[in-house]
């Protein structure tokens, strides 16, 4: 069977999906027993390893040294904004209480991505995915929000830092959609890891943290740096060789349904009525933005 460009870049994005959703909960998991930095340091290394042992198997690295100054300084670029992308994630999932309020509040991306889309890449919008982004924003502030307080209290807590992460992964997906046809995949996840384990390591000295963690984390970021910094960088970004960086944002928005059900599954907790609804809101929304953008401008007619 063979698989079209397009299917191909959708078969991609389904796993980077289906990665990330499990990102959420095994980072939740180790982030209750362990320092941010720690975690970083742990998470990155591993991720590092195992990016390095792909490349190594792959005869990928043989043409690292072909890429151009100008592809290097924008790699730079790309993981300053991964490490204030993932800073802001990790934050808000060891701040908030259940890992599917980052995953839904995380849907804002799409926003972030179709307006930069339209600015820099030239991406054009149809009339259907207008309300779709409405319902994607409502969405995730319902979910955000915390009745009964002030106004200037109104979201929970960690929801400030999901918002930032959802714009900052926006900037970096255009830009790698910018530069992805003149740097391999591997390259960019790469180089990603190896800033974030650096980032981290200087982090965890800063603040004096100890290298030594149990097993019980350890094992969880052993599996989660698998399915997360490795899998879903090296798919996500892979993808966007065959789909625009829209459909791809927008395809794993799609991943709250799968942290939800991990995230009863593995801790026994759900949202609030008000937070699901929110969430199934955004994921309408997602939907609706899905369907406009594949549907083909009809044809005129002599």
């Known amino acids: 069977m063979i698989i079209s460009d397009r299917g191909k870049g959708y078969l991609l994005t389904f796993i980077a999906t289906l990665a990330m959703s499990n990102v959420y909960l095994f980072s939740k998991a180790a982030l209750n027993d362990i320092h941010l930095a720690q975690f970083g340091f742990y998470w990155f290394g591993f991720a590092v390893l195992w990016n390095f042992i792909y490349g190594l198997f792959s005869c990928r690295y043989r043409n690292i040294w072909k890429t151009s100054r100008k592809s290097w ?54 009339r259907l995915e207008i309300p779709g982004i409405v319902l994607t924003i409502v969405g995730a502030f319902i979910v955000s929000y915390k009745p009964g307080t002030s106004l200037s209290d109104i979201f929970i807590p960690g929801a400030s830092y999901a918002f930032l992460s959802a714009f900052f992964v926006a900037v970096s997906m255009i830009i790698a959609k910018i530069s992805i046809r003149k740097v391999h995949p591997l390259l960019i996840s790469l180089n990603r890891v190896v800033y974030l384990f650096v980032y981290s390591f200087i982090m965890l000295l800063v603040l ?37 960086a829209s459909r791809a944002s927008l395809i794993r928005s799609t991943k709250s349904i ?6 009863f599954i593995m801790f026994g907790q759900m949202p609030e009525i008000y937070q699901i609804i929110g969430g199934l809101i955004s994921l309408i929304g997602v939907i609706l933005l899905t369907v406009g953008r594949s549907k083909k401008p009809a044809t005129k007619t002599k």
């Open 73 to 126: 300084i924008t790699l730079g670029l790309i993981a300053v904004l991964e490490i204030l992308a993932t800073t802001f994630m990790f934050t808000a999932i060891q701040t908030m209480e259940n890992p599917a309020f980052v995953s839904f509040i995380s849907n804002v991306s799409p926003f972030f991505v179709t307006i930069l889309g339209i600015l820099f890449l030239g991406e054009v919008f149809k």
């Open 258 to 263: 799968f942290v939800l059900l991990g995230a």
């Open 208 to 244: 004096g943290q100890s290298f030594v963690i149990d097993s019980k984390p350890l094992g969880n970021i052993f599996v989660g740096s698998l399915l997360g910094p490795f899998l879903t960088a090296f798919t996500g970004y892979y993808a966007l060789k065959y789909i625009e």
